[in-house]
Structure formats: structure tokens, C-alpha cells
């Protein structure tokens, strides 16, 4: 196998952080590099800048024994490094497609302080072409700099969710590499040599096919949640059950039963923003994506169908306090990047509702981000939250919503109506403390 000296990872957003983090925990020598001082400073002493369980241990521990640490200096980041892996932002820009600014100028930097043959990894989500245009970038400054470097483009995109990062990342179910470089594979290779040596599924490919793996896996696991959403569209009218028809379906191996739980629809900073810009690259080739476009739509749709619900069953949402537990866009972050909590607490508010919210990690960031245009009143508790509400409203189910007290939250409210909208309570148990329980498709 190649040998790894040292890796460079510039961006320490989810997957920089965390792929730097667990990269020093296999073993190898990381340098991490931003541009964000304050956030390198926090880094420099241990504090992480994002909710991600296990992932403090890993960076303190890794720091400790020298394998880890973090610079605003991308020179003395690359310097050193073979590999050097780009997992900067892709942020979605006004017609949906990805904007590839960061990951440019992060090209553009490597090149000017490249000193030696090194491999640049796109780790970021980036649409089909950018493993080419970075190329480009990179020739161009070498040109620039009259150096005739050696240099190979690999796209390794990463999969794992927020929440469970640290484990999806040690634990993947494949590890996609995307090169035509044979000295590029095997380096590769020994990057990830713990995985490899456990058996863990690579897929060796060419750039572009890796690049269309990472939107395909997004956009299939977008379409999935969304195909059992709208089932549970159809279950709520014809009185059918939407968990049982999840379950069944689920128990055919070809469907297969993960990312089938209908709910308020899926959000993130991945799905959304994943299908947008797939389609927009369907659009760039010729290519319209229909079915992709559907999926897109019926979330939004769905997402408003909540709200809808609410309204139906309060008779007029105007001048209630509606009680909102949960507002990250999924439990075991406090992430709130399209989040079905904002569409579903921006239309309330539209609608003339009085806003309570409780989440328990991620109300700084609703405050800062999602709903600094709403007046909302955050909650210390969830008991706190819905003291006076006419109804709660259950957005994401975070452990500590599962046993709640509904009694003692039914004696502090005005209106006794539950809306599960994770289906984490059994109708019976919440009807029978006396409140009236809507679910998502049962
Ligand atoms: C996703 C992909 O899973 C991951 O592989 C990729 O690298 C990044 O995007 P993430 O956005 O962190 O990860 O969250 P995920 O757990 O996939 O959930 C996405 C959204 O789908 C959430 O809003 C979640 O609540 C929703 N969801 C998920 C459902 O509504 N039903 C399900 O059955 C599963």
C-alpha cells in the first residue's frame, strides 16, 4: 500500500470536521484548515462548533496525541499533506443549482501553495463536472506559478447523516472513489486502509460516475420519504394505516424497510438542496428530471399539509398560542437548515397563530437563522412550551418527546389537540388523556 503522511482537510463544516476527526482516529497525521478564525480558535480548544454526538471525545482525545489540529493557514496545511481533501460549502443559489465558489477558491489556494505531488479530493456534494473544473483551476494557477506539478482529482463523496455522523462515517456502507489514477486509487486506498482491511464495500469508479452516486443516493432516499407521504395522504383519507402499509411494503426486500416513516417531509441541508441542483444539472445536459421535479414539489406540498391539518381541526388558527416541540430538521442536531418546523411555523404565523417553541438544542439556531423575522416565544421545557397552548404540535422526534407527561401538559393548556407529526404516540394512549390526537397517515 501507499503511504500517507499527512492529510490536509480545508473546510471544517459536518463533513470536513467530522472526516478530519475520524481520519485522525484511523490513525493518520490531520491538519484541518478554515478560513473562520474564531471558528479555528474554538477548535484550537477543543469546542466544536455543531451538536454531533461523539464527536468532541474524538477531536480532544486526537488533538491530545498531536494527530489533530487546526490552522487558518492553508499553506501549512497542504505543505505537508499528499492528500488534501476539499469539504467546503456548496450552497444552493437562487435557481437551485450548487455554487461552486468556495470549492474553486479552495482549488485555486491548494494550487498556489502545491509543492509536490498531491491528490485533491472533493469530499463536498458537487454537482457532475466540478472534479474537471477543479482540475482546470488547478493547471491554471500552476501555469500561472511556472511549476509543473504532478496532480490527481479524486471524488470521494461522503454519506453520512447528521446525528450519527461519526459512526456512519467508521461505519459506511460503501466508500466511493472516483479517479482514473491508478497511484491516485491506491492512495486512496491507504487513506482508508481501516475500512478496507474491515471489508467495507469500495467502489472504485471515474469522477463523474462518483460525482452522480452521491445525487442519486440523495434524490432516491428524497423520493422514498416523499412515495410514503403521499401514502399517507391517501391512508388518512380512506382511514387505512400508513405505519402498517410501511411495514408490509418494507418486508419486500427489493423496497426494504429504512427511509419509509411518513412524517412532516423530509428537509436538511442535503435533500433539498441535493434534488434542486440535480435537476438544475439535468437541466444544464439536456435532461429533464421529472420524477425528481415531482418529489421537489409534493414536499413543499406536503409540508403545508400540516399546517392545513392544524387549521382544519382548530376550526382558525388566528389569535392561538400553538405549541411547537421540536424545530431542528431532524433529533441529535441542531441543525435547522430547512427544517419542516419552518415552512410549517412561518405558514402558522402567516395564518395568525401565536408561536411557543421548544427544542432542546437547537433554538439558538431557529432564533439566529430560521425564524429571526417570526416573534416566537422559546420555551425552557417542553411543559413549559405548551402551558396555555390551544394546541402541540410535534415536529421531530427527539428521544425526550416520547414519554411525555400528557396529563400534566393537558392541565396547563387551553385546547386539548396532539399533533404527532413523527407518529410516535399511539393514538389510544394520547385519547385517552383526553386529547384529540392527529398523526401523519393512520
Ligand atoms: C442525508 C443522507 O441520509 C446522507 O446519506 C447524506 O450524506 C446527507 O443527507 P441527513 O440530511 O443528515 O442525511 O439526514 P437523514 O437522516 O437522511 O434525514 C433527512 C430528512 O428525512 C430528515 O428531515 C428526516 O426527518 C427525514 N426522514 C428520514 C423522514 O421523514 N422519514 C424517514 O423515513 C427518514
Redesign the pocket.
Given at each position: 500500500m501507499f503511504d500517507v503522511n499527512q492529510i490536509a482537510v480545508i473546510g471544517t463544516g459536518y463533513v470536513g470536521l467530522v472526516s478530519g476527526a475520524c481520519l485522525s482516529e484511523f490513525g493518520l497525521k490531520v491538519v484541518c484548515m478554515d478560513v473562520d478564525e474564531s471558528k479555528i480558535n474554538c477548535l484550537k480548544r477543543g469546542i466544536i462548533p455543531i451538536y454531533e454526538p461523539g464527536l468532541e471525545e474524538i477531536v480532544v482525545r486526537n488533538e491530545k496525541s498531536g494527530r489533530l489540529s487546526f490552522t487558518t493557514d492553508i499553506g501549512e496545511a497542504v505543505e505537508h499533506a499528499t492528500v488534501v481533501f476539499i469539504a467546503v460549502g456548496t450552497p444552493p443559489q437562487e435557481d437551485g443549482s450548487a455554487d461552486l465558489k468556495y470549492v474553486l477558491e479552495a482549488a485555486r489556494s491548494i494550487a498556489k501553495c502545491m509543492n509536490g505531488y498531491k491528490i485533491i479530493v472533493d469530499k463536498s456534494t458537487v454537482p457532475v463536472g466540478t472534479g474537471r473544473k477543479v482540475k482546470a483551476v488547478i493547471r491554471e494557477v500552476l501555469r500561472e506559478r511556472g511549476v509543473d506539478y504532478d496532480f490527481d482529482v479524486v471524488s470521494n463523496p461522503?454519506?453520512?447523516?447528521?446525528?450519527s455522523a461519526v459512526n456512519?462515517f467508521m461505519h459506511p456502507d460503501r466508500i466511493v472513489i472516483g479517479t482514473q489514477s491508478n497511484k491516485a486509487r491506491k492512495t486512496m486506498r491507504s487513506v482508508y486502509r481501516v475500512l478496507y482491511i474491515n471489508n467495507h464495500p469500495f467502489v472504485f469508479t471515474n469522477v463523474e460516475t462518483a460525482e452522480v452516486i452521491k445525487y442519486a443516493?440523495?434524490a432516491f432516499?428524497a423520493t422514498?420519504?416523499t412515495f410514503?407521504?403521499e401514502i399517507a395522504n391517501l391512508c388518512e383519507a380512506v382511514g387505512a394505516n400508513v405505519q402498517q402499509v410501511s411495514n408490509a411494503i418494507g418486508l419486500d426486500k427489493r423496497i426494504g424497510k429504512?427511509?419509509?416513516?411518513?412524517?412532516p417531509?423530509?428537509?436538511?441541508?442535503?435533500?433539498p438542496k441535493d434534488t434542486k441542483a440535480l435537476v438544475n444539472t439535468g437541466k444544464e445536459f439536456g435532461v429533464e428530471m421529472s420524477l425528481i421535479d415531482s418529489v421537489i414539489n409534493a414536499n413543499d406540498l406536503h409540508k403545508l399539509k400540516m399546517v392545513d391539518k392544524i387549521t382544519a381541526a382548530l376550526g382558525d388558527v388566528e389569535g392561538k398560542t400553538i405549541a411547537v416541540l421540536g424545530l431542528s430538521?431532524?433529533p441529535e442536531?441542531d441543525d435547522v437548515r430547512e427544517?419542516?418546523s419552518s415552512t410549517i411555523v412561518h405558514e402558522l404565523h402567516r395564518r395568525g397563530a401565536h408561536i411557543r417553541a421548544y427544542d432542546p438544542a437547537a433554538m439558538e439556531n431557529a432564533a439566529r437563522f430560521a425564524f429571526s423575522d417570526l416573534p416566537i416565544a422559546y420555551a425552557q421545557d417542553e411543559y413549559d412550551c405548551v402551558a396555555g397552548a390551544h394546541a402541540v404540535v410535534l415536529v421531530t422526534e427527539w428521544n425526550q418527546f416520547r414519554s411525555l407527561d400528557l396529563e400534566q401538559m393537558k392541565s396547563t393548556m387551553a385546547a386539548p389537540y396532539f399533533f404527532d407529526f413523527r407518529n410516535i404516540y399511539e393514538r389510544r394512549d394520547v385519547e385517552e388523556k383526553g386529547f384529540a390526537y392527529f398523526g401523519v397517515g393512520r
Amino acid at each position: 500500500m501507499f503511504d500517507v503522511n499527512q492529510i490536509a482537510v480545508i473546510g471544517t463544516g459536518y463533513v470536513g470536521l467530522v472526516s478530519g476527526a475520524c481520519l485522525s482516529e484511523f490513525g493518520l497525521k490531520v491538519v484541518c484548515m478554515d478560513v473562520d478564525e474564531s471558528k479555528i480558535n474554538c477548535l484550537k480548544r477543543g469546542i466544536i462548533p455543531i451538536y454531533e454526538p461523539g464527536l468532541e471525545e474524538i477531536v480532544v482525545r486526537n488533538e491530545k496525541s498531536g494527530r489533530l489540529s487546526f490552522t487558518t493557514d492553508i499553506g501549512e496545511a497542504v505543505e505537508h499533506a499528499t492528500v488534501v481533501f476539499i469539504a467546503v460549502g456548496t450552497p444552493p443559489q437562487e435557481d437551485g443549482s450548487a455554487d461552486l465558489k468556495y470549492v474553486l477558491e479552495a482549488a485555486r489556494s491548494i494550487a498556489k501553495c502545491m509543492n509536490g505531488y498531491k491528490i485533491i479530493v472533493d469530499k463536498s456534494t458537487v454537482p457532475v463536472g466540478t472534479g474537471r473544473k477543479v482540475k482546470a483551476v488547478i493547471r491554471e494557477v500552476l501555469r500561472e506559478r511556472g511549476v509543473d506539478y504532478d496532480f490527481d482529482v479524486v471524488s470521494n463523496p461522503e454519506f453520512l447523516r447528521e446525528g450519527s455522523a461519526v459512526n456512519d462515517f467508521m461505519h459506511p456502507d460503501r466508500i466511493v472513489i472516483g479517479t482514473q489514477s491508478n497511484k491516485a486509487r491506491k492512495t486512496m486506498r491507504s487513506v482508508y486502509r481501516v475500512l478496507y482491511i474491515n471489508n467495507h464495500p469500495f467502489v472504485f469508479t471515474n469522477v463523474e460516475t462518483a460525482e452522480v452516486i452521491k445525487y442519486a443516493s440523495n434524490a432516491f432516499l428524497a423520493t422514498k420519504i416523499t412515495f410514503i407521504n403521499e401514502i399517507a395522504n391517501l391512508c388518512e383519507a380512506v382511514g387505512a394505516n400508513v405505519q402498517q402499509v410501511s411495514n408490509a411494503i418494507g418486508l419486500d426486500k427489493r423496497i426494504g424497510k429504512y427511509f419509509l416513516h411518513a412524517g412532516p417531509g423530509y428537509g436538511g441541508s442535503c435533500f433539498p438542496k441535493d434534488t434542486k441542483a440535480l435537476v438544475n444539472t439535468g437541466k444544464e445536459f439536456g435532461v429533464e428530471m421529472s420524477l425528481i421535479d415531482s418529489v421537489i414539489n409534493a414536499n413543499d406540498l406536503h409540508k403545508l399539509k400540516m399546517v392545513d391539518k392544524i387549521t382544519a381541526a382548530l376550526g382558525d388558527v388566528e389569535g392561538k398560542t400553538i405549541a411547537v416541540l421540536g424545530l431542528s430538521f431532524k433529533p441529535e442536531t441542531d441543525d435547522v437548515r430547512e427544517a419542516p418546523s419552518s415552512t410549517i411555523v412561518h405558514e402558522l404565523h402567516r395564518r395568525g397563530a401565536h408561536i411557543r417553541a421548544y427544542d432542546p438544542a437547537a433554538m439558538e439556531n431557529a432564533a439566529r437563522f430560521a425564524f429571526s423575522d417570526l416573534p416566537i416565544a422559546y420555551a425552557q421545557d417542553e411543559y413549559d412550551c405548551v402551558a396555555g397552548a390551544h394546541a402541540v404540535v410535534l415536529v421531530t422526534e427527539w428521544n425526550q418527546f416520547r414519554s411525555l407527561d400528557l396529563e400534566q401538559m393537558k392541565s396547563t393548556m387551553a385546547a386539548p389537540y396532539f399533533f404527532d407529526f413523527r407518529n410516535i404516540y399511539e393514538r389510544r394512549d394520547v385519547e385517552e388523556k383526553g386529547f384529540a390526537y392527529f398523526g401523519v397517515g393512520r
